[in-house]
């Protein structure tokens, strides 16, 4: 690819995060803009990184006994209005198909903006016994919703996500199976994206279109906004009641099943670059990483230094590990500009004086710093660096993120609170008026309830609060 | 999930075969009809085995040098409109998005038919210089083609493929890159749907929209009848020309690239259906079946069965077969004949009497031949079995195929060779008028050019045969 300027300065982290996000993105090559307003290309080295959640997630998907399938992309509109919260949350966003085939259609089709109305009617199709259930469906699919405001990864009009789709016989699984899940992107969230988050339920006003309660996992970024990185819904039996998702039970009596939806998207992209990018570029956990250590020669033309970074090389692919030998004609200097901008988490020097004591230059991206490791039982030390790397970042994370939750007990206090970029609790007395008013007061919105803590008061009325809330700036 | 009635008649494979497909593809759970017209709900039995044929291609791909990438859906119309060929081609079967976010669109968008355009737009904005040649992007989408007529898998108004889009530097380089994957194609579709295909090139009038020359692979399938199981396209300058995909060459000068593009698609589900099927329903090779063996325990109440059946199983998942041990309260003949229907490659049947003796019994589904083997290193003879079964299903297939092409000298003898279920070899002057003809008189259809074959004359007006091309009716 053609060389660019990899010196050229990216926006200052702490004074222009919006900008430096975009520089970023753009000059690692992970995205570009698609020829249509608010769309993205998702570039190989981003594609790379999805293909990687899609592993750890595909593979915790089917240990939990789902099964992937694949539902069309376009809803008739008619399926939308059955569920009265649905329509209203998602129909103002949709992008329709009125023509096709070179004629006008009959009824214009929605291009998926979530399919819990697709799955529902072909569940009412192939549920008919108790022994049928529980169904437990996933798809990775694309969707599309059409937004005012887009930024690659964050908020795009078409993005890839995953939706997990379940039916039960009983209201306890539904929700045991909505809690599992939250927990799998949870336990996924820590372990491979190298991300703490906090994970509780939605409020009223921030949960699901048609859901009867949502649960989230929130993650705090570097800039102390909150990124909602994946959800899960209790969906009770609204859906199956629209659709009519019914099954002759045990007892010889026909019943409306109880349903569960869950979703992460290319999102988790955003929220990996956000949450460890830091003023050099990117610094992607090794788990995820598309290329987990590069190899860069020093003083190449030196006798021994390629064959021993081919055999290096070689002899790390066996072991499993991604790695890439950097054979350019850039400068060390250049090499190792770019590939710390691309977020590698090993760089490998080798060069001939340290090759002479047997000795190569290890350097950590999540640390930058560098050391002197042997050669021999180098493979070894990469392993476990790696492992060190992928923990360390988790809890150089938990740190950040630990510092900067806060409690507030007025108005006041959540405003210095997020402008000061944390994340605030505060008590809450449970009415959509007062969660209303910190929003238009502090641009700040009720992310999760904080499981376990309770408040005194509500930080808006002063009344008896009924919950304790984790406010915060969010994308 | 429900019991269906396993035992009910699926339509004569002999008699009816489209009706046999029908109720196989249904019977199985491979597919459903989605709500809109023309659409398909792949449901889990069926998208497993497209998560096999994608694992197996998308190693090859990358073997190959081919990175992933995701493009956008939406496509702005005036993107068809710079290949004249492209939008003769295509424009009648795109799905037009008119509306989105509540409003009216200023430009018309189409959902993407094969995205050429879309790559075509972004290669002229990431090319520069010689040093970024070859880019060699591939993308695993959903796509729309808007079909009057349509059939589960081999014709559905949207489908799932792969599109991989090339640009080099020069012809010799594009020209080598589109044979290169037209051979990888071969050799998955021989060695892993173990479907024996003949590969060519393609005539004027059966190429794709805005190529220079396709190339395609023809699949027999047990009707006799032909179907398209890919093609790998050599664009030469067209869409470069249309997108404006200039690098600055060596010579300092600013020269256009040389594009290809190459797919296939959930269409090879349905091959390999009509490839192997037979009247008990589903033969599926093992490479991409998605149970490879199934236990059934006979008498399970008897002492020891369920014992060795949950040993067996657990061998045989570490020694990574996909297997799956059935203990429904089904019979036994029930669970022989679901089994067989769904194409599960073996079957291992446990019972007291032969535990005694230390023995299972093991079925082929291809043969349909049973015998007895020793439970001592029965995961060595499963594993050997797998390999067998896998390579004898494209020895069969290939038999078949080979004992049905046939030749013919004139339009007479096109026309008995594929009533009779043949592909027919015959002389072509080359010109369009006698192309058309032959397609009038026989619903036979140009497949591919015959490599390395020649003729006399023309089978349809006697003049002198520049080509030998092979006839078939086709899906």
Known sequence: MAKENFVEQIADIEKDFPQWYTDVVKKTKLVDYGPVKGTMVIRPYGYAIWENIQRELDKRFKETGHENAYFPLLIPMSFFTKEAEHVEGFAPEVAVVTHAGGEELAEPLAIRPTSETVFGNMYSKWLQSYRDLPIMINQWANVMRWEKTTRPFLRTSEFLWQEGHTCHATEEEALEETMKMLGVYKEFAENCLAIPVLTGKKTEKEKFAGAVATFGMEAMMKDGKSLQAGTSHYLGQNFSKAFEIKFLDKDGVQKHAYTTSWGVSTRLIGALIMAHGDQRGLVIPPVVAPTQAVIVPIAAKKGGVMEACYQLKSDLQKAGVRVVLDETDNSPGWKFNEWEMKGVPLRIEVGPR?????????????????????????????????????????????????ERIVYANDMSGILAGVEGGNFVKAGWCGCRECEDKIKAETAATARVYAEGETAETCAVCGNKAKHMIIYARAY
């Open 354 to 402: 340290d090759l002479e004591q047997g000795k190569v230059v290890i350097f950590r991206r999540d640390t930058c710093v560098k050391d002197f490791y042997a050669l021999d039982g180098v493979i070894e030390t990469v392993k476990e660096l790696l492992q060190a790397v992928q923990k360390d970042m988790l809890e150089a994370a938990r740190v950040r993120r630990d």
